[in-house]
T-cell receptor, first 115, second 116 residues
């Protein structure tokens, strides 16, 4: 079955540091890939997405590129802020599955950014 | 547009009581998902619906849990009887599928459930 593996957290950085959160996946079909962010006390929010190989999703300074050859979708940001402190989830949606829009999530990575 | 609306935001009740969580999906979305989030187990998919029909309930922990979607704008997740180990944050999400593309899921703010 489909699966998503994220780098283990928690991750602690200083403000303005460079961020990378690794994400790799296995899927039977040609999935769409997503990064969701969860701020304390809130639900998950879509951060960015990519639907085909070499697509780059971007939002709020975050980027991730769909790499089919390495089955990866690593999240990056050049300069993090304290307000980026949250839990980040990598996810995939596999249209080959009969389940349609079902998402497979990674375990989540807690990011803390210190001033 | 209004997002996914869940109620209540917080629920505290005693063991053995019936608990009903409610969800209003985004208008026009034909998929609805119920998740449970805990520190120990992370984010778990409990059940999801397509056009009001349950498609996969394999994530429902046991018979004490049940979910319904009587119409396109409303769903409930019921726990009866509740137990302390059911304490968690329960999320509802909705999405739509256009052609072969899977649109992102939109999440509600969750219901924080505490069973004493």
């Amino acid at each position: 079955g489909d699966s998503v593996t994220q780098m283990e957290g928690p991750v602690t950085l200083s403000e303005e540091a460079f961020l990378t959160i690794n994400c790799t996946y296995t899927a039977t079909g040609y999935p769409s890939l997503f990064w969701y962010v969860q701020y304390p006390g809130e639900g998950l929010q879509l951060l960015l997405k990519a639907t085909k190989a070499d697509d780059k999703g971007s939002n709020k300074g975050f980027e991730a590129t769909y790499r089919k050859e390495t089955t990866s979708f690593h999240l990056e940001k050049g300069s993090v802020q304290v307000s980026d402190s949250a839990v980040y989830f990598c996810a995939l949606s596999d249209p080959a599955e009969t389940s349609g829009s079902r998402l497979t999530f990674g375990e989540g990575t807690q990011l803390t950014v210190n001033p | 547009d209004a997002g996914v609306i869940q109620s209540p935001r917080h629920e505290v009740t005693e063991m053995g009581q019936e608990v009903t969580l409610r969800c209003k999906p985004i208008s026009g979305h034909d998929y609805l998902f119920w998740y449970r989030q805990t520190m120990m187990r992370g984010l778990e998919l409990l059940i999801y619906f397509n056009n009001n029909v349950p498609i996969d309930d394999s994530g429902m922990p046991e018979d004490r849990f049940s979910a319904k979607m009587p119409n396109a704008s409303f769903s409930t997740l019921k726990i009866q009887p509740s137990e302390p180990r059911d304490s968690a944050v329960y999320f509802c999400a909705s999405s739509r599928k256009t052609g072969v593309s899977n649109q992102p899921q939109h999440f509600g703010d969750g219901t924080r459930l505490s069973i004493l």
